[in-house]
């Protein structure tokens, strides 16, 4: 599966960037719960095409800034003063207890262990260190999910439950704040939002289904009709943030 995420990213690598939306007013949200200070080493997983990575080198001071993805073009677009490694946020190369600092958003939603591999991820963390996460949910692209489940047409990428990562670090006893927020992007069309969702890497689901012209045509006017307000047609982010 994860080679699969890492080709749909390269893909959209071009224009990630310009069309990442919603992923833009994540990384600056989960920026803003850390606070601005000195932090000698920072590690960023999913550098998802530097908008994280840009926003901290001129946010945070720090010695070290190592910055990871699976997508080897998606790596190529961050900042020259983070250290890029290309890798999987679930396997770090990295030993217990190195960093002062993880940051990470719009990514951990791909893990396949979900806050299994969460908790990993904290164990490279000094004590006192600090962490912030920001993660889609279930609920998030439900507009496109009861369009899909209605016409047979197209698929969404299955997303955890906020409590699901929520109590699986309450029950390890890891202290932290959390919010969850649902947040709606619009766009002029159906075929705006499904190239949105393409260009940004976004589109992986793990059907691998062919479907016809005649459906997705019921399933464009299915969406309009349903999920269209003044502003355009919509969707809507589920974002669960955790910091400490």
């Not at 900042?79 to 002062?100: C, M, R, W, Y």
Request: a positive charge; proline letters at 2%; hydrophobic letters at 40%.
């Amino acid at each position: 599966m994860k080679q699969q995420i890492a080709t749909f990213f390269n893909k959209g690598s071009s224009y990630y960037t310009k069309k990442a939306l919603i992923q833009k007013y994540v990384a600056k949200k989960c920026l803003q719960k850390v606070s601005k200070k000195f932090f000698p080493s920072i590690l960023e997983i999913g550098a998802g095409g530097g908008i994280l990575t840009s926003l901290l080198v001129n946010y945070l001071s720090f010695n070290q800034l190592i910055t990871l993805d699976i997508s080897k073009k998606m790596l190529a677009l961050c900042p020259s003063k983070a250290t890029k490694i290309v890798a999987d946020g679930e396997h770090l190369p990295f030993k217990n207890q190195q960093f002062d600092l993880l940051i990470s958003s719009s990514t951990m939603q791909w893990y396949e262990h979900g806050a299994d591999s969460i908790l990993k991820n904290l164990s490279v963390l000094k004590p006192l260190a600090k962490f912030s996460l920001a993660i889609f949910v279930d609920g998030t692209l439900q507009e496109l999910k009861q369009a899909s489940q209605k016409i047979g047409f197209a698929s969404v990428f299955p997303l955890k439950t906020h409590s699901t990562y929520i109590d699986k670090l309450q029950k390890n006893n890891i202290k932290f704040f959390f919010e969850l927020e649902e947040k709606k992007i619009f766009f002029k069309s159906v075929i705006d939002l499904l190239k949105n969702l393409k260009y940004t890497g976004t589109n992986y689901t793990k059907s691998k289904k062919g479907y016809s012209r005649k459906k997705f045509e019921k399933f464009c006017s299915f969406y309009e009709s349903n999920f269209k307000k003044k502003e355009g047609v919509y969707t809507t982010y589920k974002i669960l943030y955790m910091w400490n």
